[in-house]
C-alpha cells in the first residue's frame, strides 16, 4: 500500500510511512511497549506484585530502545527533552526516563529495603503517574496529527491507554497464575471489563471517525474492508477483543479457566494490542492536497 | 518581515523548473525534492481541467512541524522561515507525520548518486563542498535564506533582486511565482495577492501558510 | 575567457546569488552569458561557474531572447548532459562489423588524426567520382550546437553532395507548417501575438506551453497573455500541454483539425459573412481572377495575373497603380474566358466544408465550431486599430495556429493551409493581436545597417522571404525528376524529405536505374535511429551505408548501432556558437521584443579531447583542399545577412555559390586564411554591429541588443506583398510533378495538388478498422527534446513524478471498456504489425478513440544507461513511404492505428542486451 506510484504523492490518498516501513515499525512497537508497561506498572502497583512491576520497568526499557532503533541520530537522543512545551515527543521521552527512573529506586527499595514503606508508596504513586502518562502520551502524540484525520481524535489515547491496560493486565494474569486464586479471578474480572470497554471504544472510535473527514471515512473503510482488513479483523478483533472475550465469559460461567486456555487468551490479548497499534499506525492517511477523483 | 510568495497557477504550465533549480541550486541528492509541481485532473470527458500545483514548504506562520519537534531542530526564524539544524535532528520523523503538506524528507542514502555505479559528476562533488546534506535528518525548503540573508546584507531586497530571491522564483519561465514581504502592507506581493484574490492551499489545515495561491 | 584558476583567487567578492554552506574556499565565481543548447529555443542564458564547475544555470533577465530570467528544466538540466560519465570523450573506431539496432559496436579510442585521416580518405574519393555518394544530415540543436547556417549542412553543400537528410524531418517536424509559414508569413513558424491577441486556437500545437520553437519567449509571452485573460482554445486529443492551459480544450481526433479549420472559413465567410475586405483585396491574391483551368488569366503582354478594376470595369493586371477597387466578387470575361475572382471561388468552394459533416469526420459538435467561429469572427475587431509607438496599425487581436500534432498527416499542407486561411479572411496577420511569423523583416543594425533581411514581392506580386532555409517558400521552383536520395526536388513545396529512410526508396531508385549509391554518411548530433519513424526501415537503410561518421556528445541508437567512426563533440557549455539560430525568421522573438543577437561561447573549456564540431569540419576541409571554398561561403553568408540577399540561406543556394558576383562580397576570411572559431565570431560580430560590438563585448554581454520598430514587427502593411489564399501554384505545379514522378515509378495522391485549399481524410483515419481500432499518437512533453534529454538524472526524475510523460495514456472509460487498467503492461500493435509496450495510464482528458504517447522515450542504447527502458518509444510503430507522406509537403503521417492489449514483458527490448523488461 505504500507502494504509491511517485507521481500519485499528494495527489491521491495516500499511507503515511515515516512511522510504519522499515524503522518506522520501532515506532509501533514502541507505542505499543509504552502501553502494556504502563498498563502492567498500574495493575501491578494496584495488586502488589512486585514481578509485574519489574517486568513493566523492562518493558519500558525495551520501548526506550524501540525508540532509539528508530531514529537515525541516537546519540543525539539527549537533544529530545527540549521542547516539552510542544512536542509530544519530547514529553514522552521525559514520562519514559521518570518513569524508568522511579521505578528502579522504588523496585530497589521494595527488593532490598520493602520497610521504606512511605518512600515506597510516595514512589508508587509518582510512578504511577507516569506509567499513566508513558501509555497515554502514545495515544496524545498520535492524536495531536491533525493532518492525519484517522489518528486526529480524542478517543485515540483513550483507546491506546485502555488497550495498555488490558495487555498489562494479561500479562500480569500470566504472572500471576500459578499464584494466589482470589487475586487471579479478581484479576479476570477487571480484565473482563477491560476487553469490553476496549471493544465498544475501539467501536466509538471507528463509528466517530468515519463521520469526520473523507480522509479519515477512508481510512476506517481501509481498515475495515479494504487493505487492513486483514490485520483488523484478525489481528485487533479475533487476537485483540473476540478470543480473550470469548475465554473469559466461557470461564466466567465455567467458574474456572484451565491454564492453557488463559495462556491463549493472554498471548492472543498482546497480539492484539500490537495488532492495533500496527492498525491505527497504517490506517493513518494524508489528505491529497489535489482534489482526488 | 514575513516572507511569502504568491503563485500564479494561471501561469504555471509545469515544467518542473522550479523543481530542478532548487536541485541544483542546494544540490540536492537523489529523489530529494524539497519542492514539487503535483499534476492532476478534475470533471469527467470531455469537461477536463489539468491541476498544476507547484508547491512547497508553505513557511506557515504556526507550523506543526515545529511544534511537534522534541529537539528544536525544526525552527521559525524572526522572518517566519522555517528551517531545520541539521546538527540537532534526532530523525524521529516527527514533523515529517504532522506536516499536513508533506513537504519534508528524510534524506538516507548518502551513497546515492545521479548516475548509480558510474563516478560522481563533477556537479555532484562540487555540492558536497558548497552545500552538503548530512544524512539521517530531516529536509525541507528552506525559501533560500542563503540568498536572502547574504543579498540582505549586500543590501539587496528579496523579491526584487535576482541575487536575494529564492532560486525557483527568479528560475520559472512563466513567473508565476512572486516572492516579498507579506507583513510589509505596500510590498507588491501584497498587492497581487489582494488583487487578484490569493488564498492560502487548503487554509482548513490551520497552519496559516505564507504561500498564496491565484487561481 | 580566462579561467581562472585556484592560485589566481579573485579578491575576496562576498558571494550573493547562490546558496552555500558554512564557509566553502570559492576561487572562482563567475556568472557567464551564453545561449542554451537544449533545443530548437536557444535561450540567452546565464551559466555560474564555481571552482571551474558549472553549478547553475539561470535564464538571462536583461534580453527579450528567452523567459528573461526564467528558463526551462531541460536548460537546468543540461548541467548533467556536461557532467555525464558515459559522453564520448575521444574519436572511437567501431571494431564489431555488425550493425544493427542492438548490435554493440565495441569501440576502440583511436587518435583525431587517425580518425580524421580515414575520413579524409573517403571523402576525397567520393568527391573525385561523384559528391552526391556523401550523404550528410542531423537535427539542428538537441545537445550539440547546431550552427544552424555555419556548420550544419555547409561542409556537405560546400563538399558538392545534395543528400542532406534532417533526422526525424517529416516527423518531429513540420513540414507541411513550414512551407505555410514560408508562404503566408515568409516565416519558418507562426506565433499568436501574445501582447495583444484576445482569442488564440491552437490546433494540434504547445506553443508557450511545451514546444521547442521559441520556448523561452513563448512560455513568457503566453502566460502573461492567460494571466491577462486571453481566450484561448485548444482543439487536440489530449487535455495535456496544450490542452491543459486552454480556457477552452475541444477534444479532436487526429488529423482531422484541417476540417474543422475549414468548417470555420466556412461559417465565417457565408454564414456570418464577416472578413477583412480590405486585407483580402491588397494583401491576397483573393481578387486574381482564375480561368477555367483554374489558373490565373494573365495579361498577354507583361503575362500578369489579372484582377477586375470594379471601378472602370475592366480588367488589369493586378499592380496597375490605376486600379480603384479590386473586384474580389463576381463572374467576368477576360481574354475571351469566362473568370472569377480567386475570392469568389474559395467563397464557394467551402460551402461544402458545413459544420455538421465536420462533427461526423472530427467528432467536435457542429454547434461548438459555429460557436467558436461566431466569438473569434467577433472577437477580429476587423476595422479596428491600434497606435504602437506612434504609429496605427491595424488590430486583429485574434489568431490560430497549428504545429505538428496538426498538420503531421498526410494532408499536412492542405490543412495547415487551412488554419492560415482562416487567419487570411479576417486580415490577422503580421499585425498586432494576430498571428506573427518570427521576424521577416529586420532592419538591420542602426549602427551599421548589416543584418537586414526584408521580405518581397516578387513573381506575381507574392511575398517573397528575404532569408530561409531548406526550401524556397517563393517563388516555387520547377520540379525536377529525382536525383537525390531526398528526391526533394521532384515537389519543391516539401521542405522536408521522409527518403531515404523509407521502405519504397529502393523501388524508385531501381525504376530510376540507380545512378548512384551512398558510400558514406555524415551525421551531425542526431538520433537517427530512435527519432525516426519505423526503427526497422531505418536500420535496414542505415545498415547498408558502408561507412558512417557521426559527432556526438552522448551515446544513442544510432551511434551504437551503425557508426563506424564516433567524434566526440562539445557540450553547447563547452562551445562558440555564432548562429543558434537561422537568423531572425527561426526562432527570435515576435511583436515589439527587441532585436537580440546573442551568442554562444564556453563556460568551461572542453575536457578530455572534445572539440567543436565546426573546427573539425574546417580541418576536414584541410585534408580536402577545401577550406577556400568554406572561406568563400562564410564570406557570402556574412555579406547576404549584409544587406544583399546573395543567397536564400538554404541549402541549395550554398551549392551555387560560384554564380556570385565575387566583388559583391565582403572578404571577412581570406582565402587561405585558418582561423578559429572564436575568430570567425569576432570577424562576423564587428562586420554586422560595428567594431566595438566584436567577441570581447559580445562575451561580456551576452547579446547585441537594440530596439525594434512598429513597422518591422508588424510589417505586413508596411510591405507591398500579397499571400496566395488560391494556390494556384500547387495546381501549376501538378502536371510537371506528376511527369517527372512516372520516371521513378512514384504514385501520389494528386487530388491534393489543388488550388483552393480542401480538407483531404489523413491515412491514419483510413487504416481504422474494427480491429485496429483506436488512433495513437505522440507529443511533445516540456521535460524532453529530441532524445538525448531522457539520459540526465534530474529530468528523469521528475519525469517519473509526472503521470503522463513514461507513460502510455487512454481515456479511462476507453480503458475500462477494454478491461484495461492503471499500470497494466499493454502493447500497441499496428496493422502492419508493429509493436511497442508501455504502461498504462488512463486519464478524463483524453479522446476515447485515442492512445498517446508522449516524448521520444523507450531508450535501448547501452551508454545510456539512465534512460534505459524507460518510457515508450512511440515511432516504432510509424511507416515510411509515400503512401503515409503528405503529397505536397512531404510530411509524414505521424499517427498510426493501432490495437491494444496486455502483454507480459516489454518484446521491443528483447535482444536488447541490457536489463529484462
Ligand atoms: S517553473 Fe514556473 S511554470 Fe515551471 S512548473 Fe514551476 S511554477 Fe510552473
Ligand atoms: S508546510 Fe509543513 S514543513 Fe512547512 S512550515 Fe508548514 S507544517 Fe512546517
Ligand atoms: S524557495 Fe528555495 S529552497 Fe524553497 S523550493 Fe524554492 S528554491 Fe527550493
Redesign the pocket.
Known sequence: MSQIKPYDFMVKYQQQKDWIDGRGNFIAFAFFLGGISGGLYLAAAYFDSLLGMFVAWLLSLLMGVSYMAHLSHPFRSWRMFMKPGTSWIARGFIFIMLFIGLTTIQLILSQWVPEATGAITVLKVLAGIFAFAQSIYTGFAVSYVSAIKVWNSAIVPILFVTCGLSGGLAILLAITMGGDHAQLVMLENVIRVVLIALAIIIGVYLWNTTYSSTAASDAVKRLIGGSLALLFWIGVFLFGIAIPIIISITSYFAGEASSGLLITAIVSEIIGGLALRFAILKAGMYTPLLPAE | MRWGMAIELKRCVGCYE?VL??KA??FLPPDIF??RVLIGETGKYPTVTKLIYNV??NQCADPACVKVCPTGATQQREDGIVWVDEDKCVGCRYCMIACPYQMRMMYEDENAQYFPGQELTEHEKIGKELYPHQPGVVQK????KERIDAGIEAGLTPGVDREAT???VISCPTKAIHFGDLDDPNSEINRIIKEKHGHPFHPEFDTDPSIYYID | MVTPTKDKKPENKPVIGMSVKGNPEIWDDEWVKTTCGGCYGQCTIRAHRVNGVIVKINGEPDNDFGPRGGICAKGEAMIQALYDPNRYNYPLKRTNPKKGLFEDPKWERISWDEALDEIAKRLKKIRAENPHKLLHGGTPGPGSGPDLPLGFGVFGAVFGTKNWYVGGAGLHCGSGSHMGAGLYHASWSIVPDFKYCNYAIQMGSNKGTASGHSMGFNMRLAADARSRGMKNVVFDPICNFGGGKATEWVPILPGTDGLVAMAMVNIILNELEVYDVEFIKMKTNGPYLIGPDGKYVRDKETNKPMVWDAKDNKAKTFNDPSIGDFAIFGEYEVNGVKCHPSFQLIKDHVKQYTPEAAEKESTVPAATVRRIAQEWADAAMIGATIEIEGEKLPFRPVSAVMFRGGQGHTNSAQSYCAMCLLNGIVGAMDVPGGTLGWPAYVEGHPDTGRFRVIPYACKDGMLTAGTFMEHRPWPIEDSQVPYTFLMKELTPTASFSPHPVTSDFDKYWDKLGRPYEIEMAMIFGANMIRSTQSREIAGEFWGKIPFIVTFNILPNEFCEGYADIVLPDCHPLEAYCLFGTHGPFFNHPIGMEGWNFPIRQPVVQPQYERRNKLEVLWDLADRLDMRAEMNNYYNVYFTSFGGEALIGGDIDSIRHLGDIDPKKVVQLIGPDEKITYAEMTDRALKFYFGDEHGLEYVSEHGSVNWPKKPKEAYWRWYVDVRIPIYMEHIAELREDVMKNAEKAGIELDWEQFTPLISYFPPQVGKELSGEYDLYCFSYRDILHNGTYTMEMPWLDEVSRLNPYTYNITMNTAMAEKKGLKDGDLICLESPYGRKTTGTLKTMQGQHPQTVAISACSGAWAKGAPIAYGKGTNFNILLESDFKHACPVSWSQETAATVKVYKIDHRIEFDGAGGDKL
Open positions: 522550479c533549480a532548487c541550486e542546494h524539497w519542492n512547497r514548504c525548503c528552506v525559501f533560500c529564492p532560486a525557483c
